[in-house]
């Protein structure tokens, strides 16, 4: 978020005051993930794993007072409130995603700038290799792995971050081999600059912006993903508090209990837009700033 | 800097796509290579491409499979013995050395022999072959509903993005982006199976069971769609041949379907490729959502059952579907667009 500050302080050529970041889709989008980030924390100091335990004389009961105490969202067919189980899920959900994006971006940056610098078959390799796995679709590669691996959350963590890069790397590739043309890295390289000096110190700064948009991207990618695989069983272990283990329970209630299908979902769904809203604002915000240059 | 509103995926293949045309700096009036050699071309990178990818997968499964437990182990399942496990051993040829048993793995997927289905000892390709025809007519709804949905509505959208109205409907397909298509899939469930009674949830029952599934089906990508074709029809509105055309007369409506939609769409090449893949992971949801006896749900239940020749037989036809379609559009794009075709032998 950084980069978003940066471009506060940078973009003075317009007259109009503004709050916060200068792109109200980043705003709103960096708010609601805040909320959620903010939830997480509270979730991992304060709420006790007892609060996930559940009791069966107040099944299924809508949002509202119960025999047992307030439940905000109501509780579930084991009687489980799902106020605090939407609370749960959010270290599985965002964590595994979070993670996931981590290294995927990490991976991806690396294969794409040396695809980017070498003209030889380490390029034509990279190149392969990006599009060859691009094409195929994540969830089935995942379901495999799953299937193979196991579940839990490491395992799906890193199978999500393994296979997702391709995406990453041929952006990186694309922008990477622009910026290699420039006069500036033409100079760095004239003056003796290392190949790994010229790539990190030279060249990432320009595609940082590029990074973070792919990132808040892939990171929404990954938590439909995360949540698609423990929605088909085979994500997070069944007791697990992952929103896509509560929208699987759902399924079978879906005429009883409608709020166990809703809550879930609004999770995923906030999360999401969170994210693609702070993608879309970063994109847009170097986009002005790519303009204020040209001017 | 590329233009990120395309979302990443989509401003990527064109980034990369466009660079040879760009970097040969043929303007068309040179001598161009005769199509056939770029077709050929196409079809032998992509090949290669589909060969690598199914030797990756299928070295992949084969070791992290040998790596991560006892395949005869799965085989015998929990009552098995010691002696079942030799008798399963000896059987599958799991007594000889692991690079022996993998040269002997790979010389059957060549012939794409995948073995027996662990379950039922089914021909595990020709359990896929029976549920190919129940995909296929999900997918294909699917896409042609996606298309002559969101095409249009782009389009208008892409025309005059400033207006109020349009303003607020791209907002709503904003926000539709952020849903996962299982969820559209569990609220379309509740409204008209479960309030509404008006549809079947579950199954293949004739048309009336295909609207909810192809509706849930469409909404992973129809949000996508519409927003790059948005994106490329108004900064085709600005581009100096609309203005030549308006100059002649033409009215607003030939502006925006004759031209500006037609160069929309070559911009798009990239992801109607790439949305066959999305529609195969879409499809793997959807027809578990609604117990759709399709690929994907075979997929789905054979991944739980650790039935690895069914999940094998699957993953192959799936990568060789999504190479197909992706082949197709390249190369009727290399038809249609002169700028993608490589101008140096």
Redesign the interface.
């Known amino acids: 978020m950084t980069d978003a500050t940066a471009a506060k302080s940078q973009a003075g050529f317009k007259e109009k005051r503004r709050i916060g970041t200068g792109s109200t889709q980043l705003n709103l989008g960096l708010v609601i993930f805040s909320m959620i980030i903010i939830a997480l924390i509270i979730q991992g100091l304060f709420i006790p794993s007892s609060a996930l335990d559940g009791e069966l004389t107040v099944r299924l009961k809508p949002p509202g007072m119960t025999s047992n105490g307030f439940h905000l969202f109501g509780t579930d067919q084991l009687g489980r409130d799902l106020f605090f189980r939407v609370m749960g899920g959010l270290p599985w959900s965002l964590g595994i995603a979070g993670l996931a994006t981590c290294i995927l971006a990490t991976i991806g940056t690396l294969v794409g700038l040396v695809g980017a610098w070498y003209e030889n078959f380490i390029r034509t390799t990279v190149?392969?290799?990006i599009?060859?796995?691009?094409?195929?679709?994540?969830?089935?590669?995942a379901?495999?792995?799953?299937?193979?691996?196991?579940r839990g959350f490491w395992p799906i963590t890193l199978t999500l971050g393994i296979i997702a890069w391709p995406?990453?790397a041929?952006?990186i590739?694309?922008?990477g081999?622009g910026i290699l043309q420039r006069e500036y890295v033409l100079a760095a390289k004239l003056f003796g600059v290392s190949k790994w000096s010229i790539l990190f110190v030279h060249v990432l700064p320009g595609i940082r912006?590029?990074i973070l948009?792919?990132a808040a991207?892939?990171f929404?990618v990954m938590l439909?993903i995360e949540?698609?695989l423990s929605?088909?069983?085979?994500g997070a272990p069944l007791n697990a508090p992952s929103w896509g283990n509560m929208?699987s329970d759902?399924?079978q209630y879906?005429?009883n209990a409608?709020w166990m299908?809703f809550v879930p979902?609004g999770a995923?769904?906030s999360a999401?837009?969170s994210l693609?809203l702070i993608s879309?604002g970063v994109?847009e915000i170097?986009?002005m700033r790519?303009r204020a240059v040209e001017i | 800097m590329t233009d990120v509103t395309k979302g990443p995926d989509g401003a990527a293949e064109t980034a990369v796509e466009a660079q040879p045309a760009v970097s040969g700096g043929a303007r068309g009036d040179e001598e161009t290579v005769p199509i056939a050699l770029n077709v050929a071309r196409t079809l032998g990178r992509r090949l290669l491409e589909l060969l690598v990818l199914l030797i990756g997968i299928s070295t992949l499964l084969f070791f992290l499979l040998r790596l991560t437990g006892d395949p005869a182990a799965v085989l015998a399942g929990e009552t098995g013995d010691q002696e079942q496990l030799e008798l399963i051993r000896k059987q599958y040829g799991m007594d000889k050395p692991l690079i022996v048993q993998y040269g002997v793995f790979l010389s059957q997927v060549v012939v794409l022999d995948f073995g027996r289905s662990l379950a039922n000892a089914q021909d595990a390709l020709g359990l896929v072959f029976e549920r190919l025809p129940t995909s296929f007519t999900l997918v294909i709804i699917a896409f042609t509903a996606n298309l002559a949905f969101s095409i249009p509505l782009g389009a208008w959208l892409g025309s005059r993005p400033d207006r109020q109205t349009r303003k607020l409907v791209a907002t709503g397909v904003f926000i539709a982006q952020g849903i996962p298509g299982y969820i559209t899939g569990l609220v379309l469930i509740q409204i008209f199976a479960v309030e509404l009674r008006w549809l079947p949830s579950i199954g293949n029952q004739g048309p009336a069971s295909w609207i909810m599934p192809a509706l849930t089906l469409a909404s992973f990508q129809a949000p996508h769609v519409i927003r790059v074709i948005s994106a490329n029809v108004s900064e085709a509105m600005r581009e100096d041949f609309i203005r030549t055309a308006r100059a002649n007369g033409a009215g607003f409506n030939t502006l925006l379907w004759r031209h500006a939609l037609k160069n929309a769409m070559l911009g798009a090449t990239a992801l109607i490729g790439t949305q066959v893949a999305f529609l195969l992971s879409g499809s793997i949801i959807t027809e578990v959502i609604f117990a759709w006896p399709g690929l994907g749900r075979l997929l789905v239940t054979s991944v739980q059952t650790l039935d690895f020749p069914v999940v094998q037989a699957a993953v192959f036809c799936i990568a060789i579907f999504v190479f197909i379609a992706i082949t197709a559009t390249d190369i009727v794009f290399l038809f249609i667009d002169p700028r993608l075709r490589r101008q140096r032998a």
Request: hydrophobic letters at 70%.
């Open positions: 190149l392969l290799t599009s060859t796995f691009i094409a195929f679709p994540f969830l089935v590669l379901l495999v792995m799953v299937a193979v691996i196991g995406v990453v041929r952006v590739y694309a922008e081999r912006p590029t948009v792919m991207f892939l929404a439909i949540s698609a929605f088909l069983g085979l929208l759902s399924r879906l005429i409608p299908m979902a995923i769904v999401v837009i693609n879309d994109a170097s986009r790519a």
